[in-house]
């Protein structure tokens, strides 16, 4: 069985600072892929980064960035310098080798950046 | 190149009634997927359709069904709908195996 965990449900910041989104995930595969993705209040899933199980090097994209560990088996999302724009769900999701279209995702993060 | 197009955008139901929802791929798209979210339960996934097959089913009753058809736009249908199918569908496509999935931006089904 597959899970991921978010235990922020809710965060919130000022304008311009940095904010961690947490994700922690649980899987018996060897070879998965883990993702975020954000829901702005219109409800589109929008796709913000995939990563496989043998990439443990960590991401930079413009303000975005991501901490993968599998170690610890988290895959941790910060934003740097928030702008209002970022507020959104942001969720992470998991999906294993065998069945890779389907995506198990956490419960979400509700990201408020206050101007 | 156009995204993921859900229709219909709202849609409102009795008891009772069946309902079919339609999604149109990323043009190229071959694999189209279907998840169910609600406030209690978050994003499940319902089924997941290649070249007219489904490939994967996620863990809801046979009164949810879906097919393809063979220019990968894809259906969903609800039958005996219940208040607890209140909830926004969404579909998304994907190139290949383990291919970002591409999300469109829903059907919100309210059932009364």
């Known amino acids: 069985a597959q899970k991921v965990t978010q235990a922020q449900t809710e965060i919130s910041v000022v304008e311009k600072e940095d904010v961690t989104l947490d994700c922690v995930y649980e899987?018996?595969?060897?070879?998965?892929?883990l993702f975020w993705y954000k829901q702005p209040p219109s409800g589109e899933l929008v796709f913000l980064i995939r990563r496989n199980s043998f990439d443990e090097q960590n991401e930079i994209s413009g303000r975005y960035s991501w901490n993968f560990q599998k170690s610890t088996s988290s895959f941790n999302f910060t934003i740097t310098a928030s702008q209002v724009v970022d507020s959104a769900v942001y969720f992470c999701a998991l999906s294993a080798s065998g069945s890779a279209r389907q995506l198990t995702f956490g419960s979400g993060t509700q990201l408020t950046v206050l101007p | 190149k156009a995204g993921v197009t859900q229709t219909p955008r709202y849609l409102i139901k009795t008891r009772g009634q069946q309902v079919t929802l339609s999604c149109s791929p990323i043009?190229?798209?071959?694999?189209v997927s279907w998840y169910q979210q609600t406030p209690g339960q978050g994003l499940q996934f319902l089924f997941e359709?290649?070249?007219?097959?489904?490939?994967n089913k996620g863990n809801f009753p046979g009164r949810f069904s879906g097919r393809q058809f063979s220019n990968s736009r894809s259906e969903m249908n609800v039958s005996t709908l219940e208040l607890g199918d209140s909830a926004l569908y969404l579909c998304?496509?994907?190139?290949?195996?383990?291919?970002?999935?591409?999300f469109g931006d829903g059907t919100r089904l309210s059932i009364l």
């Open positions: 043009s190229g798209h071959r694999s």
């Open positions: 359709y290649f070249s007219e097959t489904q490939r």
């Open positions: 998304a496509s994907s190139l290949y195996s383990n291919q970002p999935q591409h």
């Open positions: 899987t018996r595969d060897t070879t998965y892929y």
